[in-house]
């Protein structure tokens, strides 16, 4: 009796979802198809990208912007580990 009832509320769930995304898909499809063509090469960026390493080492630049990034999330739970855990500090 109760599996019963859960088909039949999954069966009307599916439905609804189905229908919702029948509504969506009929909105939608005519305006992406009036998006114009987004497709481009990216060699300009790759030629500004060699013109900028010859005056800084990217590969080093980036490496220092992950380390960045690594040392400010470790201070963060540093910084919450102490104001958490060590109630005079914080």
């Known amino acids: 009796?109760?599996?019963?009832?859960?088909?039949?509320?999954?069966?009307?769930?599916?439905?609804?979802?189905?229908?919702?995304?029948?509504?969506?898909?009929?909105?939608?499809?005519?305006?992406?198809?009036?998006?114009?063509?987004?497709?481009?090469?990216?060699?300009?960026?790759?030629?500004?990208?060699?013109?900028a390493n010859s005056w800084v080492a990217l590969d080093w630049a980036f490496s220092l912007l992950g380390l960045y990034f690594v040392f400010i999330i470790t201070m963060i739970m540093i910084k919450l580990f102490v104001k958490l855990f060590i109630p005079t500090v914080g």
């Open 1 to 51: 009796m109760f599996d019963s009832i859960l088909n039949a509320f999954k069966a009307l769930w599916d439905w609804i979802m189905n229908f919702i995304k029948d509504c969506i898909n009929t909105v939608l499809e005519p305006l992406a198809d009036l998006l114009p063509d987004l497709s481009y090469s990216l060699d300009g960026v790759a030629d500004a990208m060699a013109f």
